[in-house]
């Protein structure tokens, strides 16, 4: 499989971001990234961080999709002032905070070029405010931010594929520590505790022997353990329309999907009631007040395997009353952490 990373290309930045935009406005029409990545002979990701640049120096590009490839045209006509009030400027501050979960991914490096952009559109006076509240909104991973370092590219890729439908040949670490090939299609992207997955369905052999390739069923795929993903213009593919990515995850716990659905019920101790009752676990619950003081929480779930690490975070706190297998399995958890520490004893 070739390297989707960029290429050397033979002018340096400066020259380069120069004579593009020389190009661009040359072209009233626009030019597309594929063009303007053979012009300069490096990568599109590599044209797109120029482009971005560009954007970042104070100059309007229009994004356009042409035949679905990325078209930019440059608009060199002077706009008026955005005015955005102190509340809406702080709410912009924010979002950008909250995208710092991805780190080293093109979502990261977007969600920036598009803040200064709109920051280098305020009044002057509203752009020194943003500067004097940027440390006044914070946001706390609460499961750890997962590591893309060196991913930018695969995510491109699959990002390209995504919203032009092009099959993305990709290689995939699975949990166990496997790895295949495998050509996908992808559907839809989902951010969760912290990490990026993507809504695929995987090309496989319609039968055993058979050269005929047909859409396996949608899977879930966790974005760091691709090594690999390339695009293929060439090979486009169009979503079922009985897929619809929010029923995707209907009764769903988690990001695991699967199973079928069942009813589970946990007892939580007084004292960690107004902390239960404060947030909505699941869109299915029922939150019932008991004469001790507990709270039962009831929920109609498809897989419980995040449950399970869920409920064991409560520690005494939470007791699972149905499945039986469930509160079995949670209780066999516990005494193996418990002989964990024993033994250390």
């Not at 991913?151 to 699975?174: K, Q, S």
């Not at 169009?238 to 995850?249: G, L, N, Y």
């Not at 007040?289 to 005494?316: A, F, H």
Request: proline content about 5%.
């Amino acid at each position: 499989m070739a390297d989707p990373g960029r290429s050397q290309g033979t002018y340096s930045q400066a020259v380069r971001l120069l004579k593009m935009l020389d190009e661009l406005r040359a072209r009233t029409k626009g030019a597309l990234l594929s063009d303007l990545a053979e012009e300069f002979g490096v990568s599109e990701r590599q044209v797109r961080r120029d482009l971005i640049a560009i954007e970042q120096a104070g100059y309007n590009l229009q994004w356009n999709l042409d035949e679905r490839r990325t078209r930019v045209v440059l608009d060199e006509g002077r706009g008026g002032l955005i005015h955005l009030s102190l509340r809406r400027r702080y709410t912009l501050l924010a979002a950008r905070r909250v995208f710092d979960v991805l780190k080293d991914t093109p979502f990261q490096e977007d969600i920036h070029a598009i803040y200064g952009q709109i920051v280098a559109s305020l009044p002057p006076q509203d752009g020194r405010t943003m500067d004097a509240i940027s440390d006044r909104f914070v946001y706390l991973p609460d499961w750890g931010a997962k590591i893309y370092d060196g991913h930018a590219d695969i995510i491109d890729g699959l990002l390209t594929g995504l919203l032009n439908r092009f099959e993305v040949a990709c290689r995939y670490r699975l949990a166990g520590g496997r790895t295949f090939d495998a050509v996908l299609r992808p559907y839809a992207m989902v951010l969760y505790k912290q990490g990026l997955y993507v809504l695929a369905s995987a090309l496989r052999p319609a039968s055993e022997g058979s050269a005929e390739l047909v859409p396996a069923p949608v899977h879930v795929y966790a974005v760091e353990r691709f090594s690999a993903a390339e695009y293929d213009r060439k090979r486009r593919f169009e979503i079922p329309p009985d897929f619809k990515v929010e029923h995707f995850f209907d009764g769903v716990f988690g990001i695991f999907i699967g199973g079928e659905p069942r009813r589970v019920v946990i007892d939580f101790v007084a004292g960690a009631r107004q902390l239960v009752a404060s947030r909505r676990w699941h869109p299915s619950q029922k939150l019932t007040k008991r004469r001790d003081g507990s709270l039962r929480l009831e929920m109609k779930i498809m897989n419980d395997t995040e449950v399970v690490p869920w409920v064991m975070g409560w520690g005494p706190l939470a007791k699972v009353v149905e499945p039986t297998a469930l509160a079995e399995r949670i209780h066999r958890e516990h005494l193996a952490a418990a002989r964990l520490y024993a033994a250390r004893r």
